[in-house]
């Protein structure tokens, strides 16, 4: 059976800014994702207050917010069965003290709000957020 789909990922400015983007994207292309779209881009506020919108009333969004827009990001559009959930698996846990060895996170986060990338968490947030900057890739 084959469950071909697709996820937004961001490779996040402390990522970017600590020069990790071509480790990322080699681990990206070794663990079998076809990278459909790679955008670098310094977001807006407006952007990254639309992107993280589900997230307004956290305590941390304003945190989130500043961090987002702090430098240049990369963002991604990826293939591969059941891409979803193999894409949150290679990036670990969103903290990365509990992120499991080996993992995108693991390597390269320091915690829980610079944590190198970001993952759509379902195919429904996934069409939502490749919508948002790539919609002819949704
Ligand atoms: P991300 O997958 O981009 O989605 C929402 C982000 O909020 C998440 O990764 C974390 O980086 C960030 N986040 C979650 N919890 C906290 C927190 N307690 N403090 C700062 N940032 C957080």
Redesign the pocket.
């Given at each position: 059976m084959h469950n071909l789909e697709r996820t937004f990922a961001?490779i996040?400015p402390d990522a970017v800014l600590a020069d990790y983007s071509d480790d990322i994207l080699n681990m990206i292309e070794e663990n079998g994702f076809d990278i459909l779209a790679v955008r670098p881009h310094h977001w807006t506020r407006e952007q990254a207050e639309q992107f993280?919108a589900i997230?307004k009333n956290?305590?941390?969004f304003g945190?989130?917010v500043d961090f987002m827009i702090s430098g240049p990001l990369v963002m991604l559009v990826l293939e591969k069965e059941n891409a979803v959930a193999a894409w949150r698996d290679l990036m670990g846990a969103?903290n990365p003290d509990e992120a499991a060895a080996g993992t995108i996170r693991n390597l390269y986060g320091a915690n829980?709000?610079?944590?190198a990338t970001?993952?759509s968490?379902s195919l429904e947030n996934a069409k939502i957020e490749i919508g948002q900057f790539f919609p002819e890739l949704v």
């Open positions: 961001i996040k993280y997230h956290r305590p941390f945190e989130l969103t829980i709000g610079h944590n970001h993952g968490d």
